[in-house]
Antibody, heavy 121, light 107 residues
Framework: QVQLQESGPGLVKPSETLSLTCTVS????????WSWIRQPPGKGLEWIGF???????KDNPSLKSRATMSVDTSKNQFSLKLSSVTAADTAVYYC???????????????WGQGTLVTVSS | DIQLTQSPSFLSASVGERVTITCRAS??????LAWYQQKPGKAPKLLIY???TLQSGVPSRFSGSGSGTEFTLTINSLQPEDFATYYC?????????FGPGTKVDIK
């Protein structure tokens, strides 16, 4: 059974960098694309970006190049850094696996439970 | 970006009813559409992909249809565990976008 678990600080100060890690168990991180999605409290879902262990990444232009994604295959983890955060970045952040092997534009079949990150001084 | 709208944004229904939710895309997306169910405090759950393919393990009372710009999610015989918010998602082009959601509540 594939499981994803987000981890990272729950509180980040404005203008600082938000850092999250997603640890994958039950599957190798190597064959799939993996995405980050966020959801502000009481609002809808926003795709942040995806990455693949081969190094390809793509992020949502709405984030104005503030998102950086990376992978650590030795730990079966992938990470998100979001720079220059503001209160508007307060959200539950989810990591998720793409449905099909090696498919970038894809739906998400496995999700982490989500982690709330609050941006506040 | 491809914009998705959903209607209604909220609906109240009874157990056993048939429910239909519509998702419209701002431009044609062929069948590159997925549907998710989200319950409070939980991650979204994939129900339907490629507009009409039922994800493994999802009850057959859920079905999806449509192509191009108009899509529907139908729940036949609504069950108590189906009360949730439903989102559509387009996978035709970047950035991937989601609809604003439809909350299904108990009448």
């Amino acid at each position: 059974q594939v499981q994803l678990q987000e981890s990272g600080p729950g509180l980040v100060k404005p203008s600082e960098t938000l850092s999250l890690t997603c640890t994958v168990s039950g599957d190798s991180i190597g064959s799939y694309y993996w995405s980050w999605i966020r959801q502000p409290p009481g609002k809808g879902l926003e795709w942040i970006g995806f990455m693949h262990s081969r190094g390809s990444t793509k992020d949502n232009p709405s984030l104005k190049s503030r998102a950086t994604m990376s992978v650590d295959t030795s730990k079966n983890q992938f990470s998100l850094k979001l720079s220059s955060v503001t209160a508007a970045d307060t959200a539950v952040y989810y990591c998720a696996r793409h449905l099909d092997v090696d498919t970038a534009l894809d739906s998400f079949d496995y999700w982490g439970q989500g982690t709330l990150v609050t941006v506040s001084s | 970006d491809i914009q998705l709208t959903q209607s209604p944004s909220f609906l109240s229904a009874s157990v056993g009813e048939r429910v239909t939710i519509t998702c419209r895309a701002s431009q044609g997306i062929s069948s590159y559409l997925a549907w998710y169910q989200q319950k409070p405090g939980k991650a979204p759950k994939l129900l339907i992909y490629s507009a009409s393919t039922l994800q493994s393990g999802v009850p057959s009372r859920f079905s999806g249809s449509g192509s191009g710009t108009e899509f529907t999610l139908t729940i036949n015989s609504l069950q108590p565990e189906d009360f949730a918010t439903y989102y559509c998602q387009q996978l035709k082009s970047y950035p991937v976008t989601f609809g604003p959601g439809t909350k299904v509540d108990i009448k």
